[in-house]
C-alpha cells in the first residue's frame, strides 16, 4: 500500500512514497477519473492522483524547489494557455469546490478536449474560448483573480501575462509564467531571455522573486514567479 502524506507548508500539495521515490500528488476532485493517463492511488479512504512533473511544469517547478506556493482552497486562478488541461486538473484539485480556475484556451480543438477531460467533471474550471492576446473579450471572469499562471508559448508571452494582470490580478497577487525560451528568441543564450522578460515584468509593476529552471523534467524552460506590487491599471 503506498502512503500518502499532506505537504506541510502548501495546502492542497500531497506527497506519495512510490517504493522511496517521492511523487507530488493532489486530492482527486472528480474521483475515478484520470485525466491525462496518470496513476490514481487510493489511501486512508481518499483517491489522489499523480502529478507528472514531465507532463506539467508546475509539478517540474514544485520539485525543482519553487518557494513561493500561491495556491489552496477557494483560491481563484486565471490560467492561459490551458491546452487540454492537465495541469488545470491539477489545480482544480488544489483549489478546490470552493474555488475557480478560468481557464483560456484559443484551439478549438484542443479545447474540445478540455472540456471532454476537465470541464465535463468539476465544475470549478471554467472554460473560456479565447485568444489570450484579447483579456477584455473574457465574458466569464468578474473580479480579481489571486493568481495568474501564463503558459502559452508564444514570443510575446510576457506581454500576454502583463496586460492578463493590468485586467484581471488583484494587487499583491502572484504571476507564474512560464517562460519557453526558444520561442522568443532562438538565437539568444536561455540567460539573456530570462533576463528580458525578467525586466519587462519589473517595469510593468511586478517584483520577481524566483526563476526555476525546469531542466529535466523540460528543456528550454524556465517558470518566473512574481508579484503585482503596483495595482493594477
Ligand atoms: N499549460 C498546459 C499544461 O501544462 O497542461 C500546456 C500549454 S501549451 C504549452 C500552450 C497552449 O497555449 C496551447 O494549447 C495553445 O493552443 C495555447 N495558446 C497559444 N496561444 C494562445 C493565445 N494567444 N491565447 C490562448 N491560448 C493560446
Known amino acids: 500500500m503506498t502512503s500518502v502524506r499532506a505537504d506541510e507548508e502548501r495546502p492542497g500539495l500531497y506527497w506519495a512514497d512510490l517504493e522511496g521515490r517521492r511523487s507530488p500528488a493532489t486530492k482527486n476532485l472528480a474521483p475515478g477519473i484520470s485525466v491525462y493517463g496518470e496513476q490514481l492511488l487510493s489511501s486512508g479512504g ?5 502529478w507528472d512533473p514531465y507532463r506539467s511544469k508546475l509539478a517540474g517547478a514544485i520539485l525543482n524547489g519553487l518557494r513561493g506556493y500561491p495556491f489552496g482552497p477557494g483560491r481563484r486562478v486565471l490560467y492561459l494557455g490551458a491546452s487540454t488541461g492537465t495541469t488545470v486538473s491539477h489545480i482544480s484539485d488544489i483549489v478546490e469546490a470552493s474555488g475557480t480556475v478560468f481557464a483560456v484556451e484559443i484551439s478549438q480543438r484542443v479545447a474540445r478536449e478540455l472540456l471532454e477531460r476537465v470541464v465535463k467533471h468539476r465544475p470549478n474550471v471554467i472554460p473560456i474560448l479565447e485568444d489570450a492576446r484579447r483579456p477584455e473579450r473574457y465574458g466569464f471572469v468578474y473580479g480579481k483573480v489571486d493568481v495568474e499562471y501564463c503558459d502559452v508559448a508564444q514570443q510575446d508571452q510576457t506581454e500576454i501575462a502583463i496586460s492578463n494582470a ?4 488583484r494587487e499583491g497577487g502572484d504571476l507564474l509564467l512560464v517562460v519557453k525560451t ?13 533576463r528580458g522578460e525578467v525586466a519587462k515584468l519589473r517595469s ?5 522573486l524566483q526563476v526555476v529552471n525546469l531542466e529535466p523534467y523540460d528543456r528550454d524552460h524556465a517558470l518566473v514567479h512574481a508579484r503585482l506590487t503596483t495595482p493594477s491599471r
Open 46 to 50: 481518499v483517491e489522489y492522483r499523480l
Open 204 to 208: 510593468s509593476g511586478f517584483e520577481v
Open 182 to 194: 526558444r520561442s522568443i528568441d532562438v538565437t539568444k543564450e536561455p540567460e539573456e531571455v530570462i
Open 166 to 169: 493590468r485586467r484581471y490580478l
